[in-house]
């Protein structure tokens, strides 16, 4: 098991920015990649961005593409989402979740094994 928390959210103007961190515990050996969904009102869960714990490589949505970056602490066995310029459309719930199998796509939140409790990211016009 992996446990995962998450925090850095908040409310925001847009063009401003914020930064989320994702810290895991437990089963840590067993992480692949860790990645960033996300969850608008009346929308399906959608993904951001996701990182492989080895090596680094990184793929991102073409929504966030140049304004999003995701990065990792493999001591800390932490994910940061540094997000900038900020759109009143990346309002949701933020979730960080664990890939601890080699299932197919990072881009589909059911390859995804762990998930945490979500923040809520507002970004106001």
């Known amino acids: 098991q992996v446990q995962l928390v998450e925090s850095g959210g908040g409310l925001v103007q847009a063009g401003g920015s914020l930064r989320l961190s994702c810290a895991a515990s437990g089963h840590t050996f067993s992480i692949l990649a860790m990645g960033w969904f996300r969850q608008a009102p009346g929308k399906e869960r959608e993904f951001v961005a996701t990182i492989w714990w080895s090596g680094g490589t990184t793929r991102y949505a073409d929504s966030v593409k140049g304004r999003f970056t995701i990065s990792r602490d493999n001591a800390k066995n932490t994910v940061i989402l540094q997000m900038n310029s900020l759109k009143p459309e990346d309002t949701a719930v933020y979730y960080c979740?664990?890939?601890?199998?080699?299932?197919?796509?990072?881009?589909?939140?059911?390859?995804?094994?762990?998930w945490g409790q979500g923040t809520q990211v507002t970004v106001s016009s």
């Open positions: 979740a664990v890939k601890s199998q080699w299932n197919g796509s990072v881009m589909l939140s059911g390859n995804y094994d762990y």
